[in-house]
């Protein structure tokens, strides 16, 4: 039996794919199968397959991309799966968001969960029936058992390899023996179990698409034989995907390099079925600009947050095309014109993907942002642009102020937002919000070098002014003529009025996304409070 899985192995190497079917005669799926190796440009099927444990990060949408890019080069297929075998840690609602963040990036699935398509279904907790039938395919072929050791066993066997610093570690085979008899005798008693790969000594070689030629030592030596079927009746990682790359007919598997130290296991699963396995590329890890590995738990990673603090999508792309080398375009070109998905992937070539791990300079998603919104302002229409901030003002609750100016102005200014909604923040604020009169008038009293009856007599200058961008120099001159303030002093005061601090934005700027009407209500309303307040002092004394 061992030689039959070796033999099987062996021949993939050799046999065309379509020659190679699911013969087991227990499983009544019997598929031909593609050439062992493809040609690129036609019948290239790969797969996105994430868990619904959490959200997407920017370490998953690299993966994603590269499965969706790889396709797009070769004329394939983008398949999504949804690998929820894993019960315990399954988040309601994670995979509708991901499809959704999918769709937002413009990677949309050709199949999968809610699209369809010939190789359904694709949440693999609906195929559970399938991995029993194949895990009974490997039992009774003998590449397979059951195993009755208890939690408690197990731990044990755990405690004594750690103290005897076995070279072997993890599971100690017991079950692997037992006789026909003994298993139907505990199978009777209802006793609960798992099915585990019996691994054997073969050393593989594979080519992976980034890292070359690859060889494995006899796994046997170094670890026990893995569970494929939890006791609960769903696969492990290990038989799932198998399985599924087998019956999707996925032609190339684009993973993260975490799971290189795995790939001799699944090539041994694919042997013990007799079956061909896909071409496989390992992606470096992406990590943090500080050296550490990329986390799920950081907020800066969660593709959704940066959707929701108004990044866009080409941004997101064009730093995921800076790391990596895959995407061969110049990354000056990519820093200031950006990328599409179609530039992506026609300059898409997995075998330049770098070896080596590759850190993901989240730091310079403000510039490449910066760059694309101003990409934006000069494609998009004046309407569709000033919809954008309407939108955003409607949604936190602002009145709009002149869009007129904030588009025509937007150059001057755009250097100074990571994205749209940093327009609705910090030195941007006194565009929807007039300060309180009381802050304002108060604010003037603690100012150096001015005297509150100086400022409150500046400031009913300014409100008999017509002041705005366009005569503002003129303006100025005339309240310092008027005034025996400093020109300095007549600024700070000016932005207290306006926008109710002492510094901020540079004062030209100020009145370039005000109109004249809206700086003299502001004046107005600081005056109008002096009155009230000595009114009511009056009244007091």
């Known amino acids: 039996m061992h030689q039959k899985m070796s033999l099987a192995y062996s021949l993939y190497l050799r046999i065309p794919r379509r020659e190679i079917i699911d013969r087991c005669p227990k499983c009544n799926l019997s598929q031909l199968r593609g050439s062992t190796h493809r040609n690129y ?32 080069k070769h004329n394939g297929a983008f398949i999504l799966r949804c690998e929820d075998t894993d019960q315990t840690r399954f988040v309601p609602g994670a995979m509708e968001k991901l499809i959704d963040l999918l769709s937002w990036i413009g990677m949309k699935p050709d199949e999968g969960p809610s699209l369809g398509g010939h190789y359904g279904p694709y949440v693999q907790s609906e195929r559970v029936d399938i991995y029993k039938q194949k895990a009974d395919c490997l039992i009774g072929e003998g590449h397979a058992y059951r195993c009755f050791c208890t939690p408690q066993r197990l731990e044990l066997v755990k405690k004594d390899q750690i103290r005897s ?25 209802n006793l609960p179990h798992v099915v585990r790969f019996k691994l054997n000594n073969d050393k593989h070689q594979w080519e992976d698409l980034v890292f070359g030629h690859m060889t494995s030592e006899d796994l046997s030596r170094q670890e026990g034989d893995p569970v494929i079927l939890k006791t609960d009746g769903f696969p492990t990682y290990h038989l799932a995907n198998v399985v599924d790359d087998h019956l999707m007919d996925i032609s190339h598997v684009l993973r993260g390099s975490e799971w290189q130290s795995s790939t001799p296991k699944h090539l041994q699963l694919f042997a013990a079925f007799g079956w061909a396995p896909p071409s496989y590329a390992h992606l470096p890890l992406l990590m943090n600009e500080d050296g550490g590995k990329l986390s799920k738990r950081q907020d800066s990673m969660r593709v959704e947050l940066l959707k929701e603090e108004g990044y866009q999508p080409q941004s997101i792309l064009s730093l995921l095309a800076l790391a990596g080398g895959a995407i061969t375009i110049n990354p000056n070109v990519v820093k200031e014109f950006g990328v599409t998905l179609e530039s992506a992937a026609e300059h898409f070539d997995i ?45 936190k609750g602002y009145s709009i102020v002149s869009l007129d100016l904030l588009h025509t102005n937007f150059l001057q200014y755009c250097d100074r937002l990571d994205t749209l909604r940093d327009l609705f923040e910090g030195d941007f604020v006194y565009l929807w919000q007039r300060p309180s009169p009381n802050h304002v008038r108060q604010t003037l009293a603690n100012l150096k070098g001015v005297k509150v009856g100086e400022a409150l007599d500046l400031v009913q200058l300014l409100g008999k002014a017509v002041l705005n961008a366009q005569n503002f120099d003129g303006v100025m001159a005339t309240l310092q003529s008027q005034t025996s303030l400093k020109k300095s002093i007549i600024f700070k005061i000016i932005r207290v009025v306006v926008t109710g601090h002492e510094v901020g934005l540079p004062i030209s700027l100020i009145f370039d996304l005000l109109d004249a009407g809206e700086i003299w209500e502001r004046c107005q309303a600081v005056l109008l409070s002096q009155i009230q307040r000595q009114t009511d002092v009056g009244v007091e004394i």
């Open 165 to 189: 610093q076995a070279v072997v570690q993890g599971y100690d085979n017991h079950c692997r023996g037992l006789s026909k008899e003994k298993v139907e005798e505990k199978l009777s008693a």
């Open 351 to 395: 075998k330049k993907t770098r070896r080596e791990n590759t850190v993901l300079e989240i730091s310079k998603l403000s510039e490449l942002n910066q760059n694309c919104l101003k990409r934006i302002y000069q494609t998009a229409t004046k309407e569709d642009f000033c919809a954008k901030i309407s939108e955003i003002a409607t949604e």
């Open 41 to 72: 440009s036609s019948n290239v099927r790969v797969r996105f397959a994430p868990s619904p444990t959490g959200e997407l990060h920017l370490g998953g949408l690299r993966t994603a991309l590269y499965n969706y890019l790889f396709a797009r």
